[in-house]
C-alpha cells in the first residue's frame, strides 16, 4: 500500500519545505500536495523526489528501504572524516604551536617546515582510509552534480564533498561544466592537501 504522506515526513527529516521541494525537482507544489492528499501519482513523480530525497521507490510503499545500507556507510563516512579532522587538528595544535586550522592559506603553507613525522604519518593514515573507503570510492563514480545534489539534501556533508571533489580529476569537472562553489577561503581538507603537497615537494628537491 503506497503512503504518500511519507513525502511530508522527508522534508521534516531533512529540513526541507514543499516549496524547496518543488523548486529543486520542478514538480509544481499543487502537484505534490495533491499527490499527498489523493495519495496517489505518477511513478515519474514518485521517481524523482524518491532520487531527491537519495531514497528507493519502495520507501512510499512501505517496503524495506534498498538504500538504507547505503546511507549507513556514508553516515560512517562522515563520521570518519569529522574523527579525522579532530585529531589531525589536535595534533596540528600539539606539534605546531602556530597552527590554527582557521589560519590564512599563507601562514598556513608555513607551517609545513614545522610539520613532525608524526603529524605526517597521522595525515597520511587518515587521508589514505578515507580515500580507500567504499564510500569514497562509490561517490567518485558519480557525475559532480550529483554530489552537489547529496550536499543539498544533506545526505552527504560539506566535508565529505570536499574530499571527492579534491580527489576528482580536474578534467572530469571542466567537461561537466560544473561550477562548484567556491569560498574566499579553501577549505580545510584543501588546505591540508595542499600544504602537505608543498611539503612532499620541498622533500624531494631537498634531495635532488
Not at 67 to 90: N, V
Amino acid at each position: 500500500m503506497i503512503d504518500l504522506k511519507r513525502i511530508r515526513i522527508l522534508c521534516k527529516n531533512n529540513g526541507k519545505t514543499l516549496k524547496e521541494l518543488s523548486e529543486d525537482t520542478g514538480i509544481a507544489q499543487s502537484a505534490i500536495t495533491m499527490s499527498m492528499r489523493r495519495n496517489s501519482t505518477t511513478l515519474e513523480t514518485l521517481e524523482k523526489i524518491a532520487q531527491y530525497f537519495g531514497m528507493s521507490v519502495g520507501y512510499f510503499f512501505c517496503e524495506d528501504d534498498i538504500f538504507e545500507p547505503m546511507r549507513m556507510e556514508l553516515k560512517k563516512f562522515d563520521h570518519d572524516i569529522k574523527t579525522a579532522f579532530h585529531t589531525i587538528t589536535a595534533s596540528m595544535q600539539f606539534y605546531v604551536p602556530e597552527y590554527e586550522d582557521t589560519m590564512e592559506l599563507e601562514k598556513f603553507f608555513a607551517a609545513t617546515d614545522k610539520y613532525t613525522p608524526e603529524v605526517i604519518k597521522l595525515f597520511e593514515h587518515f587521508f589514505k582510509s578515507l580515500t580507500e573507503s567504499p564510500s569514497c570510492k562509490f561517490l567518485l563514480q558519480m557525475p559532480p552534480e550529483n554530489i552537489l545534489r547529496l550536499k543539498e539534501t544533506g545526505v552527504i556533508s560539506t566535508d565529505a564533498a570536499d574530499i571527492v571533489f579534491l580527489l576528482m580529476k580536474p578534467e572530469k569537472l571542466k567537461d561537466k561544466k560544473i561550477k562548484i562553489p567556491k569560498t574566499k577561503e579553501p577549505s580545510f581538507w584543501e588546505k591540508m592537501n595542499n600544504g602537505f603537497m608543498k611539503y612532499w615537494n620541498d622533500q624531494l628537491d631537498a634531495v635532488d
